[in-house]
């Protein structure tokens, strides 16, 4: 049964043809390509130590790279190398995953010239110089014993002094907000030396000598993070009277916009997502006015209406919100709702699922637990035989309050949504096709628009075959949820490009958005910290609602729900753009052969 309350909202924007490619790979050609890749990754790592260790590559942990000039040019040169060797290779002659590996490694190459040349965070982010999770990483780094990760951690430490001091030089002009945050990021690192390091260390086997030296040299690490917290302040905060001390964190069109294809690689520009987005905000402005016409009567009965729309809006997803699980139930309340959804993907055809690999729902474990919440773990590329996990944090930690207000946001229509995100058939499911071709390239480089984008994906087509039968609340709550991913995209690009104010941020949230004043809050922080990452979200769906409305204009009823879905999924975590090209032309080749 189709509901009606999810028709497609999406108008085709750009209008591409199919192109044509020959196609003939050689095997000569493919065989080189393995060998290009596997080398170039080889010298990626051993360029990057840090991403490395931070991808569970764990061979270069002693390595601690000094941010200075010659670090720098080292870093272009690299790039420069890489693309003329990846420029040797025929585009034409390799397959259809390679050409994809090819454009994420030339992408990832150039955008080495843009953040060295134009986007220099190293500048004016003090926090880009916090080392706490690198030696975490390093520690917690299991398959290692515990006495080789402290010999790596020992000779780490040797250039902790000549890094901050580095540091301190680059630093011109930082944001406020920034160096704010570096000082206090870098008073809570410190307790990963002054507790976690020693702790590891007098747990260990390894004799006097090595403990005394090692002691010396945490100590001195710990003295060295609070000389370059001192300097923070000393020269940004307490001058801070000075307006002309620090740069806006506002990092404007021009920027705004590289940075967007870097990250994003999507078809569109930084500024048609976010018209996109305002479009959709008035189309889902709509639909939650005319649903909550509708359900009024059922929760305040003869009462008059408020009159402005928005209030009528907020009223009645404040009734709604109410029916909620009770706390000590949530994990279980979850655990029940997979088999569900499972069940309901299967009855309607939607996505094979492999029955081999079920999903497992299990509570955060404690050194994970950052915020209330429910995340999929996955195995990193360097350690695949690891499971996968659901994580379901208890709301142990909440008092009545707080733990009555985030069941209220994950009310019982809410959290179905949210594991429609989190699990079926969202990120667990295109996870665990994304395995079925592995890549170590595109686990590398796995496009965040697009991974974020089928999850929002999956929650709309859910609800578009049917998922909540006729409950109007179920529609309620799914757009207040969506409104977030769309308000996401406009609050980042108007903070970041348009000059929105505080008031603005809080207008868009709070009201239009219908969000507790403490998420606004938080965002309105984020989005000052970040940059673009808040569009993946919508702009990855945006992508795939299009894709998927040009395939079935093209195919009529030859097109099939269920053979998109894999066929989109069978690609990998790559930039939807690319996944078209390919699907676009598949179908014309097969158009071709059918004439
Ligand atoms: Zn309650
Ligand atoms: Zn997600």
Not at 552 to 561: H, K, P, R, V, Y
Request: proline share 3%; net charge negative; glycine share 6%.
């Amino acid at each position: 049964m189709k509901n009606l309350f999810y028709c497609a909202l999406f108008i085709g924007v750009l209008a591409c043809g199919g192109q044509q490619e020959k196609e003939p790979s050689s095997i000569v050609e493919s065989f080189d390509f393995e060998r290009f890749k596997s080398e170039f990754i080889d010298a990626m790592w051993k360029m990057n130590p840090i991403s490395a260790s931070f991808q569970g590559l764990h061979d270069f942990d002693e390595k601690l790279p000094i941010p200075n000039k010659e670090r720098t040019q080292s870093q272009l040169n690299f790039a420069e190398d890489w693309l003329v060797k990846l420029g040797a290779f025929d585009y034409e002659q390799l397959s259809e995953a390679d050409k994809i590996d090819y454009h994420l490694i030339e992408n990832d190459l150039q955008n080495t010239f843009f953040y060295l040349h134009e986007f220099k965070s190293g500048e004016w982010d003090p926090a880009s110089y916090n080392l706490g999770g690198v030696f975490f990483q390093v520690i917690n780094y299991q398959k290692h014993s515990l006495e080789r990760r402290l010999e790596n951690i020992n000779e780490k430490l040797n250039h902790i002094e000549a890094y901050y001091s580095q540091a301190k030089m680059n630093i011109n002009q930082p944001t406020k907000i920034h160096t704010n945050l570096a000082i206090q990021q870098l008073e809570g690192s410190k307790t990963i030396f002054e507790n976690t390091l020693l702790d590891s260390l007098n747990a260990s086997l390894k004799d006097e000598a090595f403990k005394q030296v090692f002691n010396e040299k945490i100590a001195k690490a710990i003295g060295v993070i609070e000389d370059y917290n001192k300097f923070l302040k000393v020269n940004f905060i307490e001058e801070s009277s000075d307006s002309a001390t620090f740069r806006s964190f506002r990092i404007g069109e021009e920027l705004y916009s590289k940075k967007f294809n870097a990250e994003i690689q999507s078809a569109y520009s930084a500024n048609e997502i976010f018209e996109a987005a305002v479009e959709e905000k008035g189309d889902l402005h709509e639909n939650m006015f005319r649903l909550s016409d509708m359900l009024w009567e059922k929760y305040f009965g003869e009462a008059e209406k408020p009159g402005g729309r928005f209030e009528q809006i907020q009223m009645v997803i404040d009734e709604v919100a109410k029916t909620h699980v009770h706390r000590d139930s949530f994990v279980t309340a979850i655990r029940q709702q997979i088999p569900e959804l499972i069940d309901f993907v299967n009855e309607n055809d939607l996505v094979t699922m492999d029955p081999n690999k079920p999903l497992v729902v299990r509570e955060t474990p404690e050194y994970m637990r950052g915020f209330a919440g429910a995340s999929i773990s996955a195995p990193g590329p360097y350690d695949a035989e690891a499971e996968t996990y659901y994580n379901v944090t208890p709301l142990d930690h909440y008092n009545a309050e707080e733990a009555e207000s985030y069941l209220r946001e994950y009310n019982n229509y809410t959290l179905q949504i949210l594991n429609i995100h989190e699990a079926i058939p969202g990120h667990y499911t295109q996870l665990v096709y994304s395995n079925q071709s592995p890549s170590l390239i595109k686990s590398i480089m796995g496009n965040g628009a697009m991974v974020e984008g089928w999850a929002v994906y999956a929650e709309r087509m859910m609800l578009e075959e049917g998922y909540g039968g006729d409950q109007l609340e179920m529609g309620l709550m799914y757009y207040k949820w969506n409104l977030r991913t769309v308000c996401n995209t406009i609050l980042d690009y108007g903070i970041q490009v348009l000059g929105y104010t505080e008031e603005d941020a809080m207008q868009l949230l709070m009201t239009e958005a219908f969000q507790e004043k403490s998420e606004a809050e938080g965002k309105w922080k984020r989005a000052r910290l970040s940059q673009v990452q808040l569009c993946s979200y919508f702009t990855g769906y945006y992508e795939i609602m299009q894709l998927r409305e040009e395939l079935q204009e093209q195919m009529g009823e030859e097109f099939d729900l269920k053979t998109f879905h894999e066929e989109f999924l069978s690609y990998g975590s790559v930039p939807v753009k690319y996944i078209r090209k390919l699907m676009i032309r598949k179908l014309s080749e097969k158009n071709n052969n059918s004439i």
